[in-house]
């Protein structure tokens, strides 16, 4: 696929977003960010992005559910989901749920590498090319 990937971050942590989008447009990426689960269902459907970051424990609406609605509307998106320690339970619901990986936090800049890299590959093989 030519051209930037357009990848949505949802957390609620400000600083975690931040850091994150440092990291992704160093990987030439263009960056979306929501603070919930509200605000990504939204931002997904406005702007469709390629893919999605999601924190599993937001307020609101949480990652479990948040992937839910966004697989209801978009099957084919590929959401890699961010978690901290002890939600290994909710991890595993997410994969059933289609995320296509899982990160646990504190990430590495290789990890976020890998997933912006299935993520393209994910993009690559629903756009057939």
Excluded: W
């Excluded at 290994?88 to 800049?109: H, M, R, V, W």
């Amino acid at each position: 696929m030519a051209g930037k990937l357009k990848i949505l971050i949802t957390d609620d942590s400000k600083l975690l977003r931040k850091k994150l989008r440092e990291e992704l447009e160093k990987l030439d990426c263009d960056v979306l960010e929501a603070e919930n689960g509200k605000e990504a269902i939204m931002r997904d459907l406005t702007e469709q992005p390629d893919g999605i970051i999601l924190d599993i424990v937001m307020p609101e609406v949480g990652g479990v559910e948040t992937l839910q609605v966004i697989k209801e509307i978009n099957p084919e998106i590929p959401v890699i989901m961010l978690s901290s320690a002890g939600t290994s339970q909710k991890l595993k619901q997410t994969l059933e749920l289609g995320a296509l990986d899982f990160i646990q936090k504190p990430y590495t800049s290789e990890q976020i590498k890998q997933a912006v890299e299935q993520i393209r590959r994910k993009v690559e093989k629903n756009h057939g090319k």
